[in-house]
Antibody
Framework: EGQLVESGGGLVQPGGSLRLSCVAS????????MSWVRQAQGMGPQWVSS????????YYTDSVKGRFTISRDNFKDILYLQMNNLTVEDAAVYYC????????????????WGQGTLVTVSS | DIQMTQSPSSLSASVGDTVTIACQAS??????LNWYQQKPGKAPKLLIY???HLETGVPSRFSGRGSGTSFTFTISSLQPEDFATYFC?????????FGPGTKVDI
């Protein structure tokens, strides 16, 4: 069965950086837009960023614009999220998820999801 | 941003019960509404997309309806594995937004 597997989370001080990765295996990666969605403890999920199938369309939630960068490698089937200048408000489990079409502009539904990677921001 | 609300925030039910969860959008989202199930320590799982379409492999006891700003999600004949938290999500406009969730417990 296909899956998405995230890695790269961990403990970082405020102002620090992390790079998350999401490896797709057994599912079609190329040809679909991809997203990062985060979920703080006890809260509902929050969309963070999406990237179209060919990286031509990239979108971010307002709170991460200028600090986070989404990218993808369609040869290696890997999605990335570079997170800089992290704050305590960024602490959450970060999930990667696939969108149902090539374009990220109209979003859609998120399926499948990875298992998530925990980002903790604390001094 | 489009705000999503859900009611109730939690409910208690028994195996075999029928439960219904409401989801309200702050503006018209047409039928661009999805439902997810999340169990503790796990990622959300898509159950229903575009208001009423069942994701492949999802049992038919799950159903959804609605349009515009008002939507409902129903589980008929609740099973032990259905005790979880359920979220609605709109994608009418960026950013896609989720409701706060409804916890269904015993």
């Amino acid at each position: 069965e296909g899956q998405l597997v995230e890695s790269g989370g961990g403990l970082v001080q405020p102002g620090g950086s992390l790079r998350l990765s999401c490896v797709a295996s057994g599912i079609t990666f190329t040809g679909y837009a991809m997203s990062w969605v985060r979920q703080a403890q006890g809260m509902g999920p929050q969309w963070v960023s999406s990237i179209s199938a060919r990286s031509s369309g990239i979108y971010y939630t307002d709170s991460v614009k200028g600090r986070f960068t989404i990218s993808r490698d369609n040869f290696k089937d890997i999605l990335y999220l570079q997170m800089n200048n992290l704050t305590v408000e960024d602490a959450a489990v970060y999930y990667c998820a696939r969108l149902p079409r090539q374009s990220a502009a109209m979003s859609g539904w998120f399926a499948p999801w990875g298992q998530g990677t925990l980002v903790t921001v604390s001094s | 941003d489009i705000q999503m609300t859900q009611s109730p925030s939690s409910l208690s039910a028994s195996v075999g019960d029928t439960v219904t969860i409401a989801c309200q959008a702050s503006q018209d989202i047409s039928n661009h509404l999805n439902w997810y199930q999340q169990k503790p320590g796990k990622a959300p799982k898509l159950l229903i997309y575009d208001t009423f379409h069942l994701e492949t492999g999802v049992p038919s006891r799950f159903s959804g309806r609605g349009s515009g700003t008002s939507f409902t999600f129903t589980i008929s004949s609740l099973q032990p594995e259905d005790f979880a938290t359920y979220f609605c999500q709109q994608y009418e406009d960026l950013p896609p937004t989720f409701g706060p969730g409804t916890k269904v417990d015993i």
